[in-house]
Nanobody, 118 residues
Framework: VQLVESGGGLVQPGGSLRLSCAAS????????MGWYRQVPGKQREFVAS???????DYNDSVKGRFTISGDRLVNTIFLEMNSLKPEDKAVYYC?????????????WGQGTEVTVSP
């Protein structure tokens, strides 16, 4: 499984960004895809996930601001991020797993950096 993220960049507080993650390779076993984020010196943190049945899950810190969606025709998921805060600054990683729980073992992308700054 190969995961390629895109869409990161610099945005002002209160702004919006849309991240994309395109999956390729052997995908029949993939059940859930989603996003994690990491800042230097901290553990990677779960952000959001979406299953094959379009069941979504969010970290409480992003509920109401971030929306995860997927386009199965092109094996791509998206993370629409609105009302961005400085604390959202991180490297965002796409992950794909074979169960409903993305926190279990899975495949990772290389990450895309999001910077929220005036």
């Amino acid at each position: 499984v190969q995961l390629v993220e895109s869409g990161g960049g610099l945005v002002q507080p209160g702004g919006s960004l849309r991240l994309s993650c395109a999956a390729s390779g052997t995908l029949f076993h993939i059940y859930t895809m989603g996003w994690y984020r990491q800042v230097p010196g901290k553990q990677r943190e779960f952000v959001a996930s979406i299953t094959k049945l379009n069941v979504t899950d969010y970290n409480d810190s992003v509920k109401g601001r971030f929306t995860i969606s997927g386009d199965r025709l092109v094996n791509t998921i998206f993370l629409e991020m609105n009302s961005l805060k400085p604390e959202d600054k991180a490297v965002y990683y796409c992950k794909a797993g074979g169960t409903a729980n993305l926190r279990e073992m899975g495949h990772w992308g290389q990450g895309t950096e999001v910077t929220v700054s005036p």
